[in-house]
């Protein structure tokens, strides 16, 4: 099973300021890595996928790159929306389609 | 667009069974796979099940290996989880999702359902 690590847990950044999140796989995922924005008391939302890719109707502001074993998801500007939990996920090696524990996105 | 609405949800003592739903529209139901994933309270995401688009091809975590059975009718485009043999662990939010891309199980959600709450307790 590939396990997927997170960091930091927790960000605090201003409204305007840029984030960085990381993502780490076990083992190789190639580029078959996704990025999920979950809101309190919503589903999560599909946000890059193939590792750097936006879906539908995301920002630009978000970005993803990486492959094989690390990846990031940097947000340029924060917006106050912009203030989640974000999960990686692999798609590579399944089953199981495995997830990060989460980055909580918070206001500072 | 697309929708997919979870029902079925309960409270539930441990060891007994649940059926979960997820009525999809707004996309050909029988072309993508489709998947179950979990949320315990105040927790992160774990994926359960998943099924192709013809229903011949199923899997399934090794956390409900043998209790919990994926299966879909697309003449009805509705996906279900038999949930058999239930433990306070299952307790959570369980949300359907679709695959992204079509006949493809190498694929990231690209849309999910709210979820229904599972709560196993005596």
């Known amino acids: 099973e590939i396990v997927m690590t997170q960091s930091p847990a927790t960000l605090s950044v201003s409204p305007g300021e840029r984030a960085t999140l990381s993502c780490r796989a076990s083992?190789?995922?190639?580029?078959?890595l996704a990025w999920y924005q979950q809101k309190p008391g919503q589903a999560p939302r599909l946000l890059i996928y193939?590792?750097?890719t936006r879906a539908t109707g995301i920002p630009a502001r978000f970005s993803g790159s990486g492959s094989g074993t690390e990846f990031t998801l940097t947000i340029s500007s924060l917006q106050s929306e912009d203030f989640a939990v974000y999960y990686c996920?692999?798609?590579?090696?399944?089953?199981?389609?495995?997830f990060g524990p989460g980055t909580k996105l918070e206001i500072k | 667009q697309v929708q997919l609405v979870e029902s079925g949800g309960g409270v539930v003592q441990p060891g007994r069974s649940l059926r979960l739903s997820c009525a999809a529209s707004?996309?050909?139901?029988?072309?993508?796979?489709m998947h179950w994933v979990r949320q315990a309270p105040g927790k992160g995401l774990e994926w359960v099940a998943v099924?192709?688009?013809?229903?011949?091809?199923?899997d399934y975590a090794d956390s409900v290996k043998g209790r919990f059975t994926i299966s879909r009718d697309n003449s009805k485009n509705t996906l279900y989880l038999q949930m058999n043999s239930l433990r306070a662990e299952d307790t959570a939010v369980y949300s359907c999702?679709?695959?992204?891309?079509?006949?493809?199980?190498?694929?990231?959600?690209?849309?999910w359902g709210q979820g229904t709450l599972v709560t196993v307790s005596p």
């Open positions: 999702a679709k695959e992204r891309s079509l006949y493809s199980s190498s694929s990231p959600f690209d849309y």
């Open positions: 707004g996309f050909t139901f029988s072309s993508y796979g």
């Open positions: 099924i192709s688009y013809g229903g011949d091809n199923k």
């Open positions: 083992q190789s995922v190639s580029s078959n």
């Open positions: 193939g590792a750097s």
């Open positions: 996920q692999q798609y590579n090696n399944w089953p199981p389609y495995t």
